[in-house]
C-alpha cells in the first residue's frame, strides 16, 4: 500500500471516528428526540446537566476547530468559558441552535482533515506540538466522553431509549 493509500484511508477512519461513533452512540443518536424541560435538569450527586455538557461539547470542539485553522486565534478561558449555567432556561430554537453549531463547526473540521493541502503529520505553528491529526483525534475522545454521560443522564432522567 503506498502512503496515499495509507493517508486516504486514515482520513476516511478519522471521519467515521468524528461523525458515526462507531463503538459508541454519535453524538445525533445521544440528543435525539430528547425532550426540552429535561435539559436543565441536574440529577442528584451530579454536578452539570445535558444542556451544559452539550454546550460544554459546542465550546469546546469549535476552540479547536477554530485554533486549528487560525493562527491568531484566542482560546476562552479555562474552565469558566468552556461551561455554561445549569440553570439557565433553554427554548427550543437555544437547543437546536447549538445543536447545528456543533455539526457545522464538526463539518468545518471534516472538511480540513478531507483537504488535499492539509498535512496531518506537520506540527502546527501556532501550537505547542498539536498536529490536525492530533486534534481529531482530541475532538473524538473528547465529544465520546461527554456523549456517554450524557446517555447516563438520559437513563438517570428515564428519556433514553434503549
Keep these: 500500500m503506498n502512503p496515499d493509500q495509507q493517508t486516504s484511508i486514515l482520513i476516511e477512519s478519522l471521519v467515521d471516528l468524528l461523525e458515526k461513533g462507531n463503538a459508541h452512540a454519535s453524538f445525533e443518536d ?6 426540552l424541560d429535561q435539559l436543565t435538569v441536574t440529577p442528584s450527586d451530579l454536578p ?3 444542556w451544559q455538557l452539550a454546550e460544554h461539547i459546542r465550546i469546546a470542539q469549535w476552540d479547536i476547530v477554530e485554533f486549528c485553522n487560525n493562527p491568531s486565534h ?4 479555562w474552565p469558566d468559558e468552556y461551561w455554561v449555567d445549569g440553570a439557565a432556561t433553554v427554548s427550543e ?3 437546536h441552535a447549538s445543536l447545528a453549531q456543533i455539526r457545522k463547526d464538526r463539518g468545518r473540521f ?3 482533515i478531507k483537504d488535499p493541502q492539509t ?9 505547542s506540538g498539536q ?4 486534534e481529531a483525534l482530541l475532538i473524538a475522545d473528547h465529544n465520546a466522553y461527554h456523549i456517554g ?7 438517570l432522567l428515564g428519556t433514553w431509549r434503549s
Design 30 to 35: 445521544a440528543v435525539a428526540d430528547m425532550p
Design 48 to 50: 452539570y446537566n445535558i
Design 74 to 77: 484566542v482560546s476562552p478561558k
Design 93 to 95: 430554537e437555544t437547543w
Design 110 to 112: 471534516v472538511a480540513l
Design 119 to 127: 498535512d496531518l503529520f506537520t506540527r502546527l505553528p501556532q501550537g
Design 131 to 134: 498536529t490536525i491529526l492530533k
Design 149 to 155: 454521560e450524557i446517555i447516563v443522564i438520559r437513563r
